[in-house]
């Protein structure tokens, strides 16, 4: 093992099969792995984010898995601070913090010297613009974040509602970009660190997304949904995720079960494509294929 690595991240696309090497590896190297999914965060919500089992854990400590609510908020300024806070803890046992995950921006701002500024939310401004969104529809406000501010707007799919109306907040009423009121995209690592990235045949990779979400289900991932469904959690950002707001449509009315599971298979590998985008432009990658063996070259 390389004495000057402190940290190891190791991430890639949806189903691309970091939780199987993230065992492997915690076990050769004494490791512990730090949740590195914003969605795997969430309690009742373990089927449609591939959470790994007890079993699959095999002994290995997991951390930052099940601490919220559905119904809570989460923001990547609080996971930076328990993640950082995380490591410390893990390195003074004299093990190795394995940061395991596919969001990249997490994994990055816990790395990197990430600022993140705090902003003062405009009730006023926010009402406006949600019942703006209910008049004139997604497209017509992303737009409209289009004309303040491209950056944001380019970075952001006009269905996800949240994140228009809080640039659009943040633009026009507090003066300041998305990205600037969001954080300093630091440059500086900040741990002596090493990113190993998940690198498959993007057809392969696709099969792979399929299966799993035909497995999902057939491990009960419709009544996972449907009990969140029942429970009346709506309207919130766990809701969102992918393989769940597709059952809540189905659930409403507005599709068959039959199209909400292909929009889940369609869903699920639009979002490993702008994975692999983000990481291969955002992070310095060591990408390995099938071949677990390729890590030890970096170790």
């Given at each position: ?10 991430i ?33 919500m373990?089927?449609?984010?591939a ?21 809570e ?102 003066g300041v ?7 300093n995209?630091g440059?500086v ?25 035909d ?24 809701i ?8 809540y449509a189905y ?38 294929g099938?071949?677990?063996?390729e890590?030890?070259k970096?170790?």
């Open positions: 093992m390389n004495k000057k690595i402190d940290v190891v991240a190791i890639g696309p949806t189903a691309s099969g970091k939780t199987a090497l993230s065992i492997r590896l915690a076990k050769e190297i004494d490791g512990e792995i730090i949740n590195g999914d914003s969605m795997q965060i969430y309690r009742h373990n089927i449609g984010t959470k790994i089992t007890p079993e699959e854990m095999d002994g290995v400590p997991h951390h930052l898995l099940d601490i919220k609510e559905p119904t908020g989460f923001s990547v300024a609080e996971y930076q601070l328990l993640v950082r806070e995380k490591i410390e803890e893990i390195q003074s046992r004299g093990k190795m913090p394995i940061l395991v995950g596919g969001t990249g921006l997490y994994v990055q701002s816990v790395l990197y010297d990430f600022q993140f500024a705090k902003q003062e939310v405009n009730e006023e401004a926010r009402e406006a613009y949600y019942k703006e969104l209910e008049l004139l529809g997604p497209e017509a406000m992303h737009e409209k974040l289009t004309q303040i501010d491209p950056a944001a707007a380019a970075e952001i799919h006009p269905n996800n509602t949240r994140r228009v109306i809080r640039a659009l907040e943040m633009a026009e009423f507090a970009s998305r990205a600037e009121e969001q954080f995209r440059d690592a900040l741990y002596n660190h090493l990113i190993i990235g998940m690198d498959m045949d993007r057809e392969k990779l696709y099969e792979r997304i399929n299966l799993r979400v497995l999902m289900m057939d491990a009960g991932l419709l009544e996972e949904v449907r009990a969140l469904y029942d429970a009346g959690i709506r309207d919130v950002q766990a969102k995720a992918i393989g769940y707001k597709e059952f659930f409403d009315g507005y599709v068959t079960l039959e199209e909400a599971i292909e929009q889940v298979k369609q869903n699920s590998r639009r979002y490993a494509k702008r994975q692999l985008t983000y990481f291969r432009n955002k992070m310095e990658i060591k990408w390995i099938k071949d677990y063996n890590i030890k970096f170790l």
